[in-house]
């Protein structure tokens, strides 16, 4: 599945962007799970003033506790890790605790970004 996405990704970089955005009919969409710079690139290019980057990223040690054993080949590849260094991001939300949290960041964080007018290209 990897080298399926690898190879329509060589072809065409926003080939999954625009899969991801071909049925929007929202004013404010959220593009989960985003893995390469090069779909990041694609919303820059695309929607300079309307794209945010949010980060939501767990420790080690709690992504041990909920069951993650890091693989060789898999969890230092490119489409686990590709974001880890090189982005600016808008804001970064810790996912440590319990639902709790995440509804606090939620509803203080990502609802204001939601509600910002557009940057200025």
Not at 40 to 48: A, C, G, H, K, T
């Amino acid at each position: 599945m990897i080298q399926w996405g690898e190879k329509q990704r060589e072809k065409d970089p926003g080939f999954f962007c625009l899969v991801a955005i071909k049925a929007a009919q929202q004013p404010i969409w959220i593009v989960s799970d985003t893995r390469h710079l090069s779909d990041l690139q694609w919303f820059w290019r695309e929607y300079p003033s309307q794209s945010r980057r949010v980060r939501v990223e767990a420790s080690e040690e709690t992504r041990r506790e909920r069951g993650w054993e890091f693989t060789t080949g898999i969890d230092d590849a490119e489409s686990e890790c590709g974001l880890d260094q090189g982005v600016d991001f808008d804001w970064i939300m810790k996912n440590e605790g319990d639902g709790s949290q995440l509804e606090e960041q939620l509803a203080t964080g990502l609802l204001s970004i939601a509600k910002e007018k557009p940057k200025e290209d």
